[in-house]
T-cell receptor, first 114, second 114 residues
Framework: DAGVTQSPTHLIKTRGQQVTLRCSPK?????VSWYQQALGQGPQFIFQ???????QRGNFPDRFSGHQFPNYSSELNVNALLLGDSALYLC?????????????FGPGTRLTVL | AQKVTQAQTEISVVEKEDVTLDCVYE???????LFWYKQPPSGELVFLIR??????QNEISGRYSWNFQKSTSSFNFTITASQVVDSAVYFC???????????FGGGTRVLVKP
């Protein structure tokens, strides 16, 4: 049973560029959340997708956008990259309905903005 | 607004010593969930334990135990007889009922020396 997968593993971009990160949820999961983790800090919630719609959003600017596909996989897009966007981006999947289920995290994509 | 505080930034112990990690949280919700995650150097967040706000019973799971006290809004975590493999960053997190959004603390780095 494959867990949460993310691609790419590492990415280097320059300021002003755009980036797309990808996530495939754990089998049987239908909800995907994205988190940003700056060096030495705890993860910060960016947004969550369910049924191909953004359901919740954290305190992030509109430069951060996402998408969820019919197979539940998801993309995170960041436009006009800033140096401060350098971080580990974590994807987490879970299943809606019934009792709350813990989120399973992927290995993350480390983005470096130069 | 929710907030999670982990006052200890780093703890260093010798193998076989016990380690207790402190976590204090703030929330206006009456129903919520508390979590502990482990983040080894590989970066992937590993789920350890979950507790809901209605269950203050403290439990032990293998070498892990936790102390949940609503009166002081604390959710402390103990690793008994620590091992070198326990070296990682540990995060306490909070989630409202009906939401999979996690609010993380800043993390506590645990270093277990042989």
């Amino acid at each position: 049973d494959a867990g949460v997968t993310q691609s790419p593993t590492h990415l280097i971009k320059t300021r002003g560029q755009q980036v797309t990160l990808r996530c495939s949820p754990k089998s049987g999961h239908d909800t995907v959340s994205w988190y940003q983790q700056a060096l030495g800090q705890g993860p910060q919630f960016i947004f969550q997708y369910y049924e191909e719609e953004e359901r919740q959003r954290g305190n992030f600017p509109d430069r951060f956008s996402g998408h969820q596909f019919p197979n539940y996989s998801s993309e995170l897009n960041v436009n006009a990259l800033l140096l401060g966007d350098s971080a580990l981006y974590l994807c987490a999947s879970s299943s809606r309905g019934g009792s709350y289920n813990e989120q399973f995290f992927g290995p993350g994509t480390r983005l470096t903005v130069l | 607004a929710q907030k999670v505080t982990q006052a200890q930034t780093e703890i260093s112990v010798v193998e076989k010593e016990d380690v207790t990690l402190d976590c204090v949280y703030e929330t206006r919700d009456t129903t919520y969930y508390l979590f502990w995650y482990k983040q080894p150097p590989s970066g992937e967040l590993v789920f350890l334990i979950r507790r809901n706000s209605f269950d203050e019973q403290n439990e032990i799971s293998g070498r892990y135990s936790w102390n949940f006290q609503k009166s002081t809004s604390s959710f402390n975590f103990t690793i008994t007889a620590s091992q070198v493999v326990d070296s990682a960053v540990y995060f306490c997190a909070l989630s409202e009922a009906g939401s999979n959004k996690l609010t993380f603390g800043g993390g506590t780095r645990v270093l277990v020396k042989p």
